[in-house]
């Protein structure tokens, strides 16, 4: 039988973080599923006014939902270094170590920016911010005995002709908003897949997972790709996702799955289950042959290091 939501086991006693949560996004979903089923969740935005807005509305559809809120913006290094230490606060105050880092947050085909790291800001959001944050919560994640990481990907990794190893505060040639987001969900993969590695070497209670979440219908084309082009093609566009696409909600359950499910091995993809993998009941797919490359993921990590300063096991 496919896997529902209603698989989800009882999570009370759980500590779970979860990045990117505004109302009507795919981290809010996974949010309220996890507070349904009993955790504990911190939700880790940008906007104090949108982690409000999200806080209130959840304990509003999850009447006693257990929620903290943590200000953290991903594409600056320095800010993630707060968060993560404002999230451990957190944990601690709520009773317990952390069990789940979902790494959800993202931004899509934005224009060609840099940020205060002088780094592009759609690697920073989305593959360097994530590094960090997961470093530095490893180690409330040992401590549960059980930890567990998931980090959101997407079909569009399979574009992505070549891994990001470049160095990261030099642009060159010419900026493909597409191409770079395309790398950095090529990056999510390659991540997630090194840190399984190194995790089992150095025999830490921690297991990593990545899922996507097919074709789903959120802000993001508003708020990122839409911003290449004119606005009456945007809204086109637009409009033919959310013909095609499934909901934000069905959108989550891949990240949900991937986030309690015990069957599945470590490591593991998880993705929708039709055969485009656009929608459906979720269940473990297969990445590119690039994103599964040891190699490459051996020298994005370097890189990645180098770059956000700190060291993993």
């Known amino acids: 039988m496919p896997w529902t939501t209603s698989d989800i086991p009882d999570l009370t006693g759980k500590n779970a973080v979860v990045t990117g949560p505004t109302i009507g996004g795919i981290g809010y979903f996974i949010a309220r599923g ?13 906007s104090w006014e949108k ?24 594409s600056s290094l320095q ?19 952390l ?6 947050a993202g931004v899509m085909a934005t224009p060609q ?29 040992a401590e549960s005995g059980e930890g567990r990481i998931v980090t959101m990907s997407s079909m569009m990794h ?17 900026y493909s908003p ?42 993001l084309m508003a708020n990122g790709a839409s911003k290449n082009v004119i606005a009456p093609i945007a809204s086109i566009g637009e409009a033919a996702v959310r013909a095609m696409a499934q909901t934000p909600e069905a959108g989550a359950w891949p990240a949900l799955m991937a986030s309690t499910y015990v069957e599945l091995e470590p490591g593991t993809y998880v993705g929708p289950g039709d055969a485009l993998e656009g929608r459906g009941a979720p269940k473990p797919v297969s990445a590119t042959r690039l994103a599964r ?18 060291a993993y096991p």
């Open 34 to 46: 996890l507070l349904a089923a009993g955790a504990r969740v911190v939700l880790a935005g940008r």
């Open 51 to 74: 982690l409000d807005a999200a806080s209130a509305s959840l304990v509003e559809e999850v009447p006693g939902a257990q929620l903290d809120r943590v200000a953290l913006d991903l």
């Open 79 to 97: 800010a993630v270094r707060a968060g993560a230490e404002a999230i451990a606060d957190a944990t601690f105050e709520g009773g317990g170590p």
């Open 99 to 104: 069990h789940l880092l979902v790494n959800n």
């Open 113 to 141: 920016s840099r940020t205060v790291d002088d780094l592009d800001l759609q690697m920073a959001t989305n593959h360097f911010g994530p590094f960090l944050l997961t470093g530095l919560l490893l180690e409330p994640l």
């Open 158 to 174: 399979k574009l992505a002709r070549k891994a990001p190893l470049g160095f990261p505060t030099v642009q060159v040639g010419r």
């Open 178 to 219: 597409w191409g770079v987001y395309s790398q950095s969900k090529l990056a999510n993969l390659l991540f997630t897949n090194e840190l399984q590695r190194r995790l089992e070497k150095a025999g830490l209670p921690v297991t990593a997972y990545a899922a996507h979440p097919g074709l789903a219908s959120t802000h």
């Open 293 to 310: 490359d040891p190699e490459a993921a051996r020298a994005l990590w370097e890189l990645s290091e180098q770059t956000t300063g700190i």
